[in-house]
């Protein structure tokens, strides 16, 4: 992989790169769609990263779909796949972790301790493999992009961090490799994720700008599910993730909710645009 990077960038040739842990879906084409668009060519990852999964989260019984997704990359227009083993990445005696202070350890890395410490190690190896010019993550893990790009920034990277809006279901449950646990049951249920976030922009459309009021109609669209349990659902600022009181710059509605023993992330992204006070929303 390293060598055949080193080439196309002598080509000055633009590598695009997409990693994901696989169990493909159309969130994951979707950023290889993109990539094929600015770049040739398109190389992706598949790699469930043993680093950022807890001892008791699910690193074993993550979906594996090999062969289907090959067919899906492909079918994306990937030009290369890169399908390292756990044992290449890390061999026995490695040491060396990156931690992106500060952002790491609210939220998600609340809950998931040293979750993204694993994300931004394996993240810059990848990225010193592949060698892209431009990495394309998608805005479903927000915390996660964030932390990349103040990585990329901080690390004086080569590689330009592109952010893609939430591909979703029909019915608004944003795609994840994890949707693939839940039962009939909580399969509908899941949607509450995405009608707490609806029920926050319809708020936020009516002229709301409290984060308090926002979070407690959030809490409230979700406690009307009996098969939903609140990890998290805060507003925070897109640039700290810290709590905002009111909504007058970029911000993150942010949820993670388990349905049942299944643990799923959504939010709403909230941006000011020009003067006059009104919102632009991304959901
Ligand atoms: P994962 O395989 O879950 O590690 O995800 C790989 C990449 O796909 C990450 O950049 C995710 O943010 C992105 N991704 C996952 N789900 C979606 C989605 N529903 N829409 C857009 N991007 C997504």
Redesign the pocket.
């Known amino acids: 992989m390293k060598e055949s990077a080193r080439q196309a960038r002598a080509e000055s040739r633009i590598i695009g790169f997409?990693?994901?842990?696989?169990?493909l879906?159309a969130?994951?084409t979707?950023?290889a769609q993109r990539a094929k668009q600015q770049c040739a060519p398109v190389v992706a990852s598949i790699f469930v990263n043993p680093k950022q999964f807890g001892p008791n989260e699910d690193f074993t019984k993550y979906p594996r779909t090999l062969e289907a997704d090959c067919e899906k990359f492909s079918a994306a227009g990937v030009d290369a796949l890169f399908l390292p083993a756990a044992a290449e990445i890390y061999p026995s005696g490695f040491r060396t972790y990156v931690t992106v202070e500060g952002l790491s350890d609210r939220l998600e890395g609340r809950s998931r301790p040293g979750h993204f410490r694993g994300v931004a190690t394996v993240v810059l190896k990848l990225l010193e493999i592949v060698q892209p010019n431009f990495a394309?993550?998608?805005?479903?893990?927000a915390q996660?992009?964030r932390i990349i790009s103040q990585m990329a920034r901080d690390l004086n990277l080569d590689t330009e961090i592109v952010v893609?809006?939430?591909?979703?279901e029909p019915d608004g449950l944003?795609?994840?490799?994890r949707n693939a646990y839940l039962n009939p049951d909580e399969r509908r249920a899941a949607i509450v994720l995405h009608r707490a976030l609806e029920a926050a922009r319809a708020e936020l459309t009516a002229g709301v700008r409290d984060s308090l009021h926002l979070q407690s109609i959030i809490r409230r669209a979700l406690q009307a599910e009996p098969l939903a349990a609140v990890d998290y659902a805060e507003i925070v600022d897109a640039d700290a993730f810290e709590p905002v009181t009111r909504i007058a710059r970029p911000c993150y509605a942010l949820l993670a909710v388990f349905i049942g023993k299944t643990r799923l992330i959504d939010n709403l992204y909230i941006e000011p645009v020009g003067d006059s006070g009104e919102l632009a929303y991304h959901l």
């Open positions: 997409v990693p994901t842990m696989g169990a879906h969130g994951h979707a950023l394309y993550f998608g805005r479903k893990d996660q992009v893609s809006p939430i591909v979703r944003a795609l994840s490799s």
